[in-house]
């Protein structure tokens, strides 16, 4: 089947740890997104890439890092400089960055403790 | 820039009531506009899409959208709402996504 996971699906982590969170798609998509879901504020891009080895910040790409090593994997870094850090994390990837639907994998909910 | 507006956190509907979630965009470009559901602890699903190909856009479930440039609008409707239709829904325009709006629904 194809389609976009991450993993894992819950994430505790203590406050000052950086963590890094896994998506991984077989999709052949040369887009990928990370977005923050928080209550109430649906959800913020936080960094995209449109080919392998360049990606772009988002609206709140502070304290995060990413990498696009390989077409198929877009890990997120949720580093100790994020200063609100628990939230939902949800990846995404599209055909390209022009009109085409974004598809979605199931979340990773991280809790720093 | 591009930015979208959802006029409405919660809609509250009864069971095979008219639903109507209400988008505003703002795009300097014409606009790719998307309507997502979300059901509790997972990822979005599309529901439609708008290609330009027609201002009323048929989705999932029942779903429709319509595409009012003047108004810089793309509202989604569905006739007759449904119990399996509580969720929460968002509006896109490209990356950019709408607050969402939780739509419950009453038996």
């Known amino acids: 089947d194809g389609g976009i996971t991450q993993s894992p699906k819950y994430l505790f982590r203590k406050e000052g740890q950086n963590v890094t969170l896994s998506c991984e798609q077989n999709l052949n998509h040369d887009a990928m997104y990370w977005y923050r879901q928080d209550p109430g504020q649906g959800l913020r891009l936080i960094y995209y890439?449109?080919?392998?080895?360049?990606?772009q910040k988002g609206d709140i790409a502070e304290g995060y890092s990413v990498s696009r090593e390989k077409k198929e994997s877009f890990p997120l870094t949720v580093t100790s400089a994020q200063k609100n850090p628990t939230a939902f994390y949800l990846c995404a990837s599209s055909i390209d960055r022009w009109g085409n639907e974004q598809f979605f994998g199931p979340g990773t909910r991280l809790t720093v403790l | 820039a591009q930015s979208v507006t959802q006029l409405g956190s919660h809609v509250s509907v009864s069971e095979g009531a008219l639903v109507l979630l209400r988008c505003n965009y703002s795009?300097?470009?014409?606009?790719?506009l998307f309507w997502y559901v979300q059901y509790p602890n997972q990822g979005l699903q599309l529901l439609l899409k708008y290609t330009s190909a027609a201002t009323l856009v048929k989705g999932i479930n029942g779903f429709e959208a319509e595409f009012k440039k003047s108004e810089t609008s793309f509202h989604l409707t569905k006739p007759s709402a449904h119990m399996s239709d509580a969720a929460e829904y968002f509006c896109?325009?490209?990356?950019?996504f709408g607050a969402g709006t939780r739509l419950t629904v009453k038996p």
């Open positions: 795009s300097s470009v014409p606009p790719y």
């Open positions: 896109a325009v490209s990356e950019r």
């Open positions: 890439s449109q080919i392998v080895n360049d990606f």
